[in-house]
């Protein structure tokens, strides 16, 4: 089975710009997969960001952007703030019907 | 404003069936064009997809998951049921249900979630 891997840590500087990525086991990650991105801090429901690689979801500050960055896909935050220390997770539409969730970023602001 | 509510006992014991329900306010399950989901997180761990349902009943599972799990949608009450069979404490995580869009697989709403824990 495919595994949508993330990197499991992060760490920026308040103001500073990240970039975090969403990649495949195996080939690579392209629009037809659909990449959504979800932040989620502890104890509460996931929140969407992006989705369809790049479409910020309503609500969300500009400082959110999502793109394909080479075989991935990404987000970036630019501009981070300290409530943007969250872990954030992607999700790819494999196709028939399935999808698959990354195993999640944790982010770090300091 | 679409809410989503998973209710549910939060305590099984093992060998049995784990049954959650989903109450969805404004919005008709009906209304088509979206899947209707289960997704879960295990204490400390990542989001796991469980599966989905469109009103018309086709379902798509997990197929880590597939032989123990049922999707079901009731549109006169609108609320949509999962059940998960022969359930151990490796199944102890907190689930909540989603609403997905089929148009742009958005997971765009999603329940506060409810934790379920497995004890003898």
């Known amino acids: 089975q495919t595994v949508v891997t993330q990197e499991p840590s992060f760490s920026v500087s308040p103001g500073g710009t990240v970039t975090l990525t969403c990649g495949l086991s195996?080939?690579?990650?392209?629009?037809?997969?659909?990449p959504s991105w979800y932040q989620q801090t502890p104890g509460q429901a996931p929140r969407t960001l992006i989705y369809?690689?790049?479409t910020r979801s309503s609500g969300v500050p500009g400082r959110f952007s999502g793109s394909i960055l080479g075989n991935k896909a990404a987000l970036t935050i630019t501009g981070a703030q300290a409530d943007d220390e969250s872990d954030y997770y992607c999700?790819?539409?494999?196709?028939?019907?399935?999808?698959?969730f990354g195993g999640g970023t944790k982010l770090t602001v300091l | 404003q679409v809410q989503l509510q998973e209710s549910g006992p939060g305590l099984v014991k093992p060998s049995q069936t784990l049954s959650l329900t989903c109450t969805v306010s404004?919005?008709?399950?009906?209304?088509?064009?979206?899947?209707w989901s289960w997704v879960r997180q295990h204490p400390g761990k990542g989001l796991e997809w469980i599966g989905y349902?469109?009103?018309?009943?086709?379902?798509y599972y997990n197929p880590s998951l597939r032989s123990r799990v049922a999707i079901s949608v009731d549109t006169y009450t609108n609320h949509f049921s999962l059940k998960l069979d022969s359930v151990t404490a490796a199944d102890t995580a907190v689930y909540y249900c989603?609403?997905?869009?089929?148009?742009?697989?958005?997971?765009?709403?999603w329940g506060q979630g409810t934790l379920v824990t497995f004890s003898s």
């Open positions: 989603a609403r997905n869009k089929i148009s742009t697989r958005i997971f765009d709403y």
């Open positions: 404004g919005d008709t399950i009906s209304s088509g064009g979206y899947y």
């Open positions: 349902i469109h009103y018309s009943g086709t379902t």
């Open positions: 195996s080939g690579s990650v392209s629009t037809a997969y659909y």
């Open positions: 369809s690689t790049n």
């Open positions: 999700v790819l539409y494999m196709g028939s019907g399935i999808v698959v």
